[in-house]
Every structure is written in structure tokens, then in C-alpha cells.
């Protein structure tokens, strides 16, 4: 073992002291909207900030769970995401094999036009215009097929595909597979590490979204966890619960902690997937992004 100098272990010092500060304040803001989502109101009210509430209390979630909006917008993040995912994973890799063939004739300019869409778009008015020309509006369906392949994820996942031994390719079609088959029962089964990275950057960026939602649906039925949590947080429009079925002596929490409430229940699901792919994460994104 090299002895090291007493300069550079207090170098060393130094950067583990900034790490673990910095580290705490990425940790720190949901320690405290999950221990204020949990506190008492009337602890929360009084202290302002807390980190170990000393009673705890689940009224928040009692109340905006007493109505079926949170629940209904619950659903529709989930299924945008899980279907918006899949649509996307699908649609990028069937435009990403053909375009890893360097044989195939307009590679190199097909590749420029995805790389000039990367840098310059039709802008927000336009984009709205074709979604209501297309009959999306107010569909969940504008918020999957206007952003079906990204540009970056597509390059990304080419550039995998390109990284596969040809010979997998040459033997599967001197045993007859079609160019269909080797995608779908050899590369694709290859690339579990740049798929499971593209799902979760695709499914991060579909339960996020709130913009678009705002921009494409009116009716609130079919409106994300991500717009009811802007109205809650940004609005102040808390009033979402159903005091009825707490009694006549039912004081509806503040808003501060339905503003907790909501935010944990909206981070929740998306923190509780990213640990099953978080394995598969660093790999894929490398691997991807090595050759051009």
C-alpha cells in the first residue's frame, strides 16, 4: 500500500467533506416534504420547517385520497407513461436498425435531417397546429405521438445496435430470418442495457411532463398527477378533497401539507421503478454513446 503524503490526505479530506455537503442538499428538501407530509398540521403550522415531526399524522393523504382526483390522475400519469414508454421504445428501435445498416443507401442523410431536428424545431404554435389538424386534442394520445422517437435516444440506441458483432446478423440470415426476426429475436434481446436506459429516460420524461398537458387537454378528467400538483403548488388551489366524509367537525389540513401530500404521492412511483433499472443505467447510456 503507497503511503500517501499529508497534503493529499487533506486534499482527500476536503472533497469528502464537499461531497457529503452537497449530497445533503440534494437529500435534504425530500427528508422534509416527506417528514411535513407525515407532521401534524398543527406542529407543521407552528414550526414551519420540520425534519422528525414529534407527532405524526396522515390527514394530508386521507383528504386529497377522500375524492377520485388524485387517484384518476394517478392513473392517467401511469398509463401515459407505461404506454407512452413502450410506443416509444418500440417506434425508436424500428427506426434505429435500419438506419445502424451502413449499407442501407441515405444513411448519412437521414442522419443529418435527425441531428438537424435536434437543434431546430417548428416551435410551439406549429406543433399545436398539427395536434388539432391530427384530432388530438384533448386525447392522452397528445401527449405520446407528437414525441414518439427523440432525436437523442434514437442516436443513442443506432449507435448500440452498431456496436453488435455482424455476425450474429450473417448467421441469422443464412438460417433464414428476416430482417424483422433479427430485430426482434436477436438485437433487440442483446440490448436489455440501452433499452432498460432509454425506458427509464422516456418514462421520466412522460410522468414529468405537465406543459403539453396544459397546452393539448381541457378536460381536467384527463389531466396528469403533474397538472393537479402545478395547481395545488403553483395555484394554491388545494380544495380538492371531500370534507363530507370526515364529519361536520372535520377541519380540512392546510395547505402546506396537501402540498406535501401530493408531491410525495406524485414522486413516489417513479422513485420506486428507477432502482429496478438503475443497474442497467450507466452501462447503457456509455455503450451508446462511444461511436458516432
Not at 380538492?240 to 408531491?263: L, R
Amino acid at each position: 500500500m503507497v503511503d500517501r503524503s499529508l497534503p493529499s490526505r487533506i486534499w482527500d479530506g476536503i472533497i469528502i467533506v464537499l461531497l457529503l455537503i452537497i449530497a445533503a442538499a440534494c437529500i435534504l428538501p425530500f427528508i422534509y416534504i416527506l417528514a411535513a407530509s407525515v407532521t401534524d398540521p398543527a406542529e407543521l403550522i407552528k414550526k414551519g420547517f420540520v425534519l422528525f415531526p414529534t407527532k405524526l399524522s396522515l390527514i394530508g393523504y386521507k383528504y386529497i385520497l377522500s375524492t377520485h382526483v388524485i387517484t384518476s390522475s394517478l392513473g392517467v400519469s401511469i398509463s401515459i407513461t407505461v404506454i407512452g414508454t413502450l410506443a416509444n421504445l418500440f417506434f425508436t428501435a424500428l427506426m434505429a436498425y435500419p438506419l445502424a445498416q451502413r449499407e442501407l443507401m441515405g444513411v448519412s442523410v437521414i442522419m443529418r435531417l435527425v441531428v438537424f431536428s435536434m437543434l431546430f424545431s417548428g416551435g410551439m404554435i406549429p406543433t399545436y397546429l398539427v395536434v388539432k389538424e391530427t384530432g388530438l386534442l384533448d386525447s392522452p394520445a397528445s401527449l405520446i405521438i407528437p414525441g414518439l422517437i427523440s432525436a437523442f435516444n434514437l442516436i443513442i440506441m443506432r449507435n448500440f445496435f452498431q456496436q453488435l458483432p455482424d455476425g450474429l446478423e450473417e448467421a441469422a440470415r443464412i438460417d433464414g430470418c428476416s430482417d424483422v426476426a433479427i430485430l426482434f429475436r436477436i438485437v433487440l434481446p442483446l440490448s436489455a442495457p440501452v433499452l432498460a436506459s432509454l425506458a427509464l429516460f422516456y418514462a421520466v420524461g412522460h410522468w414529468n411532463q405537465y406543459f403539453n398537458a396544459i397546452l393539448y387537454i381541457n378536460n381536467n378528467a384527463y389531466w396528469p398527477i403533474q397538472v393537479w400538483l402545478r395547481q395545488i403548488v403553483i395555484l394554491s388551489q388545494g380544495g380538492i378533497g371531500d370534507s363530507s366524509q370526515f364529519g361536520q367537525d372535520f377541519v380540512p389540513p392546510p395547505a402546506e401539507t396537501i402540498k406535501m401530500a401530493v408531491i410525495v404521492l406524485s414522486t413516489l412511483p417513479i422513485l420506486i421503478v428507477y432502482p429496478f433499472l438503475q443497474k442497467h443505467f450507466a452501462k447503457g447510456a456509455l455503450l451508446g454513446s462511444v461511436k458516432g
